[in-house]
């Protein structure tokens, strides 16, 4: 069987530019966000979610944030 990813919704990562971020299974909402994988992580498990999709939000166009 095999593995599909679906891109993550640019509008959702529009705020975390240039951070990590963790969503939900579903990928549809941000369960946290950090400078870092690790700081994503542990905003993440503060929720209680156990099943989390971690991503690094692209930089915002011209370099700002």
Do not use: C, H
């Not at 990813?5 to 640019?10: G, N």
């Not at 951070?19 to 498990?45: C, M, P, Y």
């Amino acid at each position: 069987r095999g593995f599909t990813m679906k891109p993550i919704s640019p509008a959702l990562l529009r705020k975390y530019a240039g951070k990590w971020v963790a969503l939900n299974r579903q990928e549809d909402q941000v369960l946290g966000s950090g400078r870092t994988f690790d700081e994503a992580k542990q905003a993440a498990a503060a929720t209680g979610e156990t099943s989390i999709v971690l991503a690094k939000a692209p930089e915002a166009k011209g370099g700002k944030k």
